[in-house]
């Protein structure tokens, strides 16, 4: 068994395309009309093309407010992705408008910072030894 | 206050956060907690950092502030000042100088 997708609700999915590959890197995989406006819409990591998918899925659940928006006061982060280097991805997304609510923090071997999808989810970048 | 304050600053685990947040003020609730279990290796619940954040923020040590969608947990040193000057010596030429 392996993790082959994962997903993350976002608000609007042409604007979360946006953000997950104009800004962030990953790039669309699939892209596939499921009714009303709706989208199956993933995108993955250039570095991994036939790695774990990422699906944007709408936040239509009536739950999913809820439950993301208390994720989000208390700063949790959704999903962690996996970068070389926390500070340099830090200073490049930054400059990019990314409004980080954590710092590139060391602790330990390991340093993350998370930062706002603008899609309402936090996301953690984190960059561990090999 | 004096006996909130001196209730606050009596567990380590409190202090530590004090220490977190002198480092840094302006931390969410998940940012606290990471550096607790990471760097200081308590391994504390979210539920009980937040009960030691309340006990903190009823001392006045801690303010939180909302910005949009997020919440952020500030240091305040002032009440520290009451505990200087309770026992302050106002005359320097006191014993405090007198130090070898």
């Given at each position: 068994?392996k993790?082959?997708l994962?997903s993350?609700?976002v608000?609007?999915?042409a604007?979360?395309?946006?953000?997950y590959t104009?800004?962030?890197g990953?790039?669309k995989k699939?892209?596939?009309?499921v009714?009303d406006?709706?989208r199956w819409?993933?995108?993955?990591?250039?570095?991994?093309?036939?790695g774990?998918?990422?699906?944007l899925?709408?936040?239509?659940h009536?739950a999913?407010?809820?439950?993301?928006?208390a994720?989000v006061?208390?700063?949790?982060p959704?999903v962690?992705?996996?970068v070389?280097?926390v500070?340099?991805?830090?200073?490049?997304?930054?400059?990019l408008?990314?409004?980080?609510?954590?710092?590139p923090?060391?602790?330990?071997?390991v340093?993350?910072a998370?930062?706002?999808?603008t899609c309402?989810n936090?996301?953690?970048i984190?960059?561990?030894p090999? | 206050?004096?006996?909130?304050l001196?209730?606050?600053?009596?567990?380590?685990?409190?202090?530590?956060?004090?220490?977190?947040?002198?480092e840094k003020?302006g931390?969410t609730?998940?940012?606290i907690?990471s550096?607790?279990?990471?760097k200081?290796?308590?391994?504390?619940?979210r539920?009980?950092v937040?009960q030691?954040?309340?006990?903190l923020e009823?001392?006045?040590?801690?303010e939180t502030r909302?910005?949009g969608?997020?919440k952020?947990?500030?240091?305040?040193t002032a009440?520290l000042?009451?505990?200087?000057e309770?026992?302050?010596?106002?005359?320097?030429t006191?014993?405090?100088?007198?130090?070898p």
């Amino acid at each position: 068994m392996k993790i082959h997708l994962t997903s993350v609700f976002v608000d609007d999915q042409a604007k979360a395309l946006h953000f997950y590959t104009e800004i962030l890197g990953f790039v669309k995989k699939h892209d596939v009309p499921v009714g009303d406006e709706d989208r199956w819409l993933t995108v993955v990591s250039p570095e991994d093309p036939a790695g774990t998918e990422l699906l944007l899925e709408p936040a239509k659940h009536p739950a999913a407010r809820t439950y993301r928006d208390a994720l989000v006061q208390d700063g949790i982060p959704l999903v962690q992705f996996a970068v070389d280097d926390v500070n340099g991805e830090y200073e490049r997304l930054n400059g990019l408008g990314v409004r980080f609510i954590q710092e590139p923090l060391a602790m330990g071997p390991v340093t993350t910072a998370v930062f706002d999808d603008t899609c309402g989810n936090l996301i953690q970048i984190a960059t561990q030894p090999q | 206050m004096a006996d909130d304050l001196f209730k606050a600053l009596a567990d380590p685990t409190r202090r530590t956060i004090l220490d977190e947040l002198t480092e840094k003020s302006g931390q969410t609730l998940f940012e606290i907690c990471s550096r607790l279990s990471m760097k200081h290796q308590l391994a504390i619940s979210r539920q009980g950092v937040s009960q030691h954040l309340a006990v903190l923020e009823a001392a006045g040590l801690v303010e939180t502030r909302r910005e949009g969608r997020y919440k952020f947990h500030d240091l305040n040193t002032a009440p520290l000042r009451q505990i200087a000057e309770r026992w302050l010596v106002t005359d320097t030429t006191g014993p405090e100088k007198s130090t070898p």
